[in-house]
Every structure is written in structure tokens, then in C-alpha cells.
């Protein structure tokens, strides 16, 4: 069998907000799906190395925004490519806290949800989280991102935290002048405009690593 | 909140092949995500009433199939709106059964792969199984049917055991001439073609049931 494969499982792009004793924060996953539907349950699978969580196993709690086409690739490159402990993710990112202290996102999301959880089950490196739905949006609205939106027409890429992550099979679609972002592997390769003429100040629409963080291939 | 922002939510469409102690069956489940990927594993949600489930529960084994927009409407129907207890589900739907003795199905899928149980979580409606990944396909072909995809182009509906099953909201998008499935749910309401100038042959194209389970709405 080829890892390969498994890029042909369908998933969605959601932000996961979580809180700690001091700040809001998130994260970016694939990996959402209802579960039950009385009551409505989710399960939500997450890296044991993930600041978020440490935060979910803490206080039981976290939201859903469900990302839709209309959210910028930055947005997910702030959430997903850095981590909570050491920086305020949300800084740039709009969003507003709930009541009950955890975020969700204002950056064109379709619609989001609270849940608390009640379960969980371990795998070798993640967590999947059983979780009730205890609040929610009344309306949605937009195109949900697909994962498979996100990698083929945001040109996004999985961090290596991502359940799906598989390395990079090969670098045959590199030629001579793609330039790679070594913060989250997003690949620069517009025929129109050389990288070297991108002004000093671009930075990577995934992961907003400047310039200096790209690598020729 | 309303239940339909649940919608949002993204999935695939995947058979699910078992085996009891006399024949082999399958079922159409959406929810199948990728929870670890050192060994790659795969939680799928099963209804604790389908007869899969009580399938996999006894024998720790079973495949995914993932369907692909090429596989016809009429298979997910034969798998995804019948019992196993009842009849061979498999008796007109293309497969092979591997050695060890569950189905593949053979109907323009993308990929499939043979998983093994090695831990389950309960909710009150269903059971996730998280299971390794231990052989498959060596390559993907087609482009991976999204549930979305099945709703709004195949037209098809969720079964009451699937997990994000929710009941119809209104009957405001039906007019006098929409003629509903009883089995299924499927809507027919072709403005060219009255239901009654079907031929007494035609059957529902999701789950093959006949013109006489049509009622009119």
C-alpha cells in the first residue's frame, strides 16, 4: 500500500479555541466529525504535543469555526504553524471570547460551536476528544473549506503535528526556481513573478514567515 | 443554535466491508478520519444498531472503501439503506473479498485498505472503532466523493442510523408534484418528467425501491 492513498480521505478545515489560565488561543485541524446526533457529539483528534491540548485536557472545553472558502490562508498559517505557548496566535486574527472564556474566529467562518467534553480515547500520538455540543451560531453561512480546497487552491500544506501529515513523497514539481518556506513547507513557484522580485517585505501567505525563511529547491 | 449549521461539516463517502460467520456484507458510513499516522489509523463511527457494527464488534476486522464521484447513486443505496440481517446487501454490487475473508468493493471506487480494531470509544447512538491500517491499495484513482457531493448532485439523503442524521426541517421546497421515497427520503421532482410518466419498471436511483414506494408530498 502507498501513505499516498489516504490524501483521498475528505475532511473539512476548522479552528479549535481553547483557553488556558491566562489567554485565549487556537489551532488548526482536519479532523471534526458528528459523532452522535442525540445529543449532537463530536470527535476531535489532536496531537499529545499540541498546546491546545494541554488546554482541552485541562479545562474540558474548546469551540469549532468551521473555516470557509473565504478565509484567508494567513489566518490558518498564524493558527497552525506556530504554537500557543510561545506566542499570542490570536493577536492578528479577529475573533471574540465566549462567556465562558474560550475564542472563535471572526475571518469568514461558516459557523461555529461549543462543546464540552465527555470522553476520550488515546492513539500513539493523539487524542481523539468526545464532545457534547452545548452552544452554537444560528445561522451559517459561505462554502466550508474542504482539507483538499485548502492543499489545492490555498496551496496550503499539513503541519507535521496533523494526523494526515505524510513527508513529502518528492520534489519532482520543483523546478530550479520554486522557492519553499521552511516554516510550513508552502511552495512559491508563480511563473510571472520571479522570487527574487518579490519585495523585501512578502511574506509567506500560509505561515507569515518573512522572506528570508524560504529555501531555493 | 440551529442543527443545520452542522451541515458545515465536511466528509467523504466510504463503504464499509465486514464479515460474520456466514457471508460478508458492507454499509455506507461518512465518517472515516485519519487519527494517527505513526502507524496510520482511522476512527470510523458506526451506529450501535447496524449489523456491521455487531460484525465488527466480533471480528476487530474491516475495510474502507473510499467511494469515488463515478460510483453510481444505486450503491450507496443497495449498502447504505438495507440490512445486512435481511439479505446479501453485496449481491449486486461489485466486490472482491480479500483473504481475510472482508469485501472490497469493485464500483469505480478511488482506494480501500484493511483495517485492524485495537481500541473503541462509546457515545450513546455509536461506537468509534480506531483501527490501524494494515495493508491497501497501491494506488488512487478518481476524484473521492464528498458527502456534500452525494447530497446535493447524487440528491441523496442520510439513513436514521447515520451520526449526522437530522430530521427533514420543512416540507417548503416541495411542491404538489414531489414524490418521496419511503425507504430512502430521495426526492423526485423532475420538471420535465411527471412521476407518473415513469415507466412501471423505474426504480429510485439511491436505493432501488420500487415506483409504488413513492408517496406524494
Redesign the interface.
Given at each position: 500500500?502507498?501513505?499516498?492513498?489516504?490524501?483521498?480521505?475528505?475532511?473539512?478545515?476548522y479552528a479549535i479555541g481553547v483557553k488556558d489560565e491566562k489567554k485565549a488561543s487556537a489551532c488548526i485541524v482536519n479532523?471534526?466529525?458528528?459523532?452522535?446526533?442525540?445529543?449532537?457529539?463530536?470527535?476531535v483528534?489532536l496531537n499529545h504535543n499540541n498546546y491546545s491540548h494541554e488546554c482541552i485536557v485541562k479545562n474540558g472545553l474548546f469551540t469549532v469555526s468551521?473555516l470557509s472558502e473565504d478565509t484567508s490562508g494567513a489566518v490558518i498559517g498564524a493558527l497552525g504553524f506556530n504554537s500557543g505557548r510561545d506566542i499570542d496566535k490570536l493577536s492578528n486574527v479577529r475573533h471574540k471570547i465566549l462567556a465562558e472564556g474560550v475564542p472563535v474566529l471572526k475571518e469568514n467562518i461558516?459557523?461555529w460551536?461549543l462543546c464540552r467534553v465527555v470522553?476520550?480515547?488515546?492513539?500513539?500520538?493523539?487524542t481523539?476528544f468526545?464532545a457534547e455540543?452545548c452552544?452554537?451560531?444560528?445561522?451559517?453561512k459561505g462554502k466550508?473549506m474542504?482539507?483538499?480546497y485548502y492543499h489545492k487552491v490555498i496551496k496550503g500544506k499539513a503541519p507535521k503535528n496533523?494526523?494526515?501529515?505524510?513527508p513529502e513523497p518528492t520534489n519532482d514539481d520543483l523546478d530550479g526556481d520554486s522557492w519553499v518556506c521552511t516554516v510550513c513547507g508552502y511552495v512559491y513557484n508563480d511563473p510571472d513573478v520571479p522570487f527574487e522580485d518579490l519585495p523585501e517585505d512578502w511574506v509567506c501567505p500560509i505561515c507569515g514567515a518573512p522572506k528570508s525563511a524560504f529555501i531555493r529547491k
Open positions: 500500500m502507498k501513505n499516498e492513498i489516504l490524501f483521498n480521505l475528505t475532511y473539512g478545515m479532523t471534526v466529525a458528528q459523532v452522535c446526533n442525540d445529543p449532537n457529539m463530536v470527535a483528534s468551521v461558516c459557523c460551536f470522553n476520550s480515547v488515546e492513539t500513539p500520538t493523539h481523539i468526545i455540543i452552544a452554537g451560531s444560528d445561522e451559517a466550508p474542504t482539507y483538499d496533523a494526523p494526515t501529515y505524510q
